[in-house]
T-cell receptor, first 111, second 114 residues
């Protein structure tokens, strides 16, 4: 089992819709979870971080964490074509600052 | 604004030569920085952890003699790809984090070895 798993997509949603991106992880001890957005040819950009169970909202983005199910998700409301990118889920390795990345989900928002 | 600066953004070199990539934390001290490599359509793979004042910690399968890391100060880490070959062509990215904050990435360096 991969340490961090994501559906590679592409996930296609119409403009204005909600995009739901999912990620599962294997290490139960992980405490820090991050979502990064990466445009083609660019480095990842931090979107959200979440550390405790529940929802965390920031503008159009909501991160959801369920440690019991080892599941973290990212919801993007009112999706825009400019949101089209690859979204990377990252989880810290126990007791370190190291991050393990999923393979990323490619999101396509069409007008 | 950017909190981590990486230079150069791209470099083309001949096979057998060495290339140095710099990663700087801006306005904060980073005792630890991380180096990643990303091949096309793949995710980021952690190569090594750069520790200020001590040797880098390499991930399994990463040749430490080929990828030399020097964390010369609390704001600068360098990655030198020695005797580069075409298969080393990739996107190299560093990251660092302010205390208690999520890691931020440099803009990356696209290396092409001809």
């Amino acid at each position: 089992q991969k340490e961090v798993e994501q559906n590679s997509g592409p996930l296609s949603v119409p403009e204005g819709a909600i995009a739901s991106l999912n990620c599962t992880y294997s290490d139960r001890v992980s405490q820090s979870f991050f979502w990064y957005r990466q445009y083609s040819g660019k480095s990842p950009e931090l979107i959200m971080s979440i550390y405790s169970n529940g929802d965390k909202e920031d503008g159009r983005f909501t991160a959801q964490l369920n440690k019991a199910s080892q599941y973290v998700s990212l919801l993007i409301r009112d999706s825009q074509p400019s949101d089209s990118a690859t979204y990377l889920c990252a989880v810290n390795i126990r007791n370190t600052d190291k991050l393990i990345f999923g393979t990323g989900t490619r999101l396509q928002v069409f007008p | 604004g950017a909190v981590v600066s990486q230079h150069p953004s791209w470099v083309i070199c001949k096979s057998g030569t060495s290339v140095k990539i710099e990663c700087r934390s801006l306005d904060f001290q980073a005792t630890t920085m991380f180096w990643y490599r990303q091949f096309p359509k793949q995710s980021l793979m952690l190569m090594a952890t750069s520790n200020e004042g001590s040797k880098a910690t390499y991930e399994q399968g990463v040749e430490k003699d080929k990828f030399l890391i020097n964390h010369a100060s609390l704001t600068l880490s360098t990655l030198t790809v020695t005797s580069a070959h075409p298969e080393d062509s990739s996107f190299y990215i560093c990251s660092a984090s302010k205390l208690g904050q999520a890691p931020h990435f440099g803009n990356g360096t696209r290396l092409t070895v001809t």
